[in-house]
């Protein structure tokens, strides 16, 4: 079968993006995978969540101030720079860990130069590709994002948790040197260009654009699903460990396998989405459903091995929406001329609800079990199917 000069190139732009978003999300999932480690080397555990919030407050706030500017920026320029500062800060922490105000300061600046990629990223891939190839690289990429997940659990499996930074570091900086000679060898051959899509001038303008293509639904999406796919994963392996009673080892292990599995989501949303005739909004409740069962069971079910699996499909399912609002969604606001700062507000959104959902569960993990934090993230999810339920009037 021949492939079109249209689909070669959302090929070559798909991998370039995609790779660089696995970078990103070993980045931004290693704190997770190695706090059992950093635990047992006495780091308390209020301070890895207090951590962990910040660097979410800085990427929310990033994605924010990014989301914009990417909109003005070639993403070539963003996207590097994001990627050697985040290794610049990751090796920073690794070094001065044992120095709260110092791992604090890095590990937040670490999140604000990671939220300089996601939002142009998506721009490039919308504005550069036909919406069907746009919907497919996205996916690419949100795929790279579940994929990180277990890429992080086998560093902390393999390496000691500082030697697990380092490593990490080296990829970012590499993927920096990547991104700028891919993404000028693409803009000179003419299959990347820039401001294609313009914004509108009126006055409210951008906010009825936003407006009629439904940002308050996606936004109460995005903040759900932002909670398990980002906090409840990052304490996945310590409720294994903690909860479970598996040792540190095979806590990492578990983590591996379980983040594994649970990358294969986008292909799973995306078969979902064909067979439900491409309704996206079908495909959304359908999956907060699904997630509000396997949280249900998860509370109920004790064997831990049929525990991990019923916590694993409840993540799965959750991220099953998230994916419809990634890489459907955002790509689909491609004439508004605003999908870098669309992408960046409800990534900010995203990313301040899991701040704060890491400082609470943090505390409330020892404070009122692990069992009713389960129930808090089941109660998350039935919101989620509220917001998802068909409504009466007509869409914009």
Known sequence: MKISPAAQNAIRIGMLCSVSYLAVYIARNL???????????????????????????????GQL???????????????????????????????????PAAA??????????????????????????????????????TFASFFGSPAAGLLASFLPWQGAFHVSSMVLFLMSLVVVFAFSLLEKNGIVKYGQYKAK?????????????????????????????????????TYVSQHLGFSLKASS??????????????????YTYERLGQDMDETILLFFSCSVIFFLLT??????AINIIC???????????????????????????????????????????????NLIFADAASAIGWGNL??????????????ALPRTEKKA
């Open 253 to 270: 292990g578990i983590f591996t396998a379980a983040t594994l599995v649970i990358s294969a989501t986008t292909f799973i949303a995306v």
């Open 201 to 237: 001038k009126e006055p409210h303008g951008n906010l009825k654009v936003l407006f009629e293509h439904r940002i308050v639904k996606f936004s109460l999406i995005s903040i759900l699903t932002g909670v398990v796919r980002t906090s409840v994963v990052f304490w996945l392996p």
């Open 311 to 357: 916590l694993v499909l409840a993540i799965m399912s959750s991220n099953g929406a998230a994916c419809m609002l990634w890489s459907r969604y955002c790509p689909s606001l491609r004439d508004t001329g605003m999908v870098s700062s669309a992408t960046g507000f409800l990534d900010f959104l995203s990313y301040m609800a899991a701040a704060a959902a």
């Open 104 to 141: 604090m300061v890095a590990y937040g600046c670490n999140g604000y130069f990671l939220s300089m990629i996601y939002g142009p990223m998506t721009k490039v891939v919308s504005e550069n590709t036909e919406p069907l190839h746009a919907t497919r690289c996205s996916l690419g990429y």
């Open 31 to 61: 704190l997770g995978a190695v706090t059992p480690q950093m635990v047992e080397d006495g780091f308390r555990e209020s301070f890895i969540g207090q951590v962990s919030s910040l660097y979410f407050i800085c990427y929310a706030l």
């Open 299 to 304: 509370y109920f079910v004790a064997p831990p």
């Open 65 to 99: 101030v990014n989301g914009a500017i990417g909109d003005k920026i070639k993403a070539k320029w963003m996207i590097s720079l994001g990627l050697s500062g985040a290794g610049i800060m990751n090796l920073l922490f690794s070094l001065y860990a044992a120095t």
């Open 374 to 387: 389960i129930l808090v993230w089941l109660g998350l999810m039935v919101i989620g199917v509220i917001v």
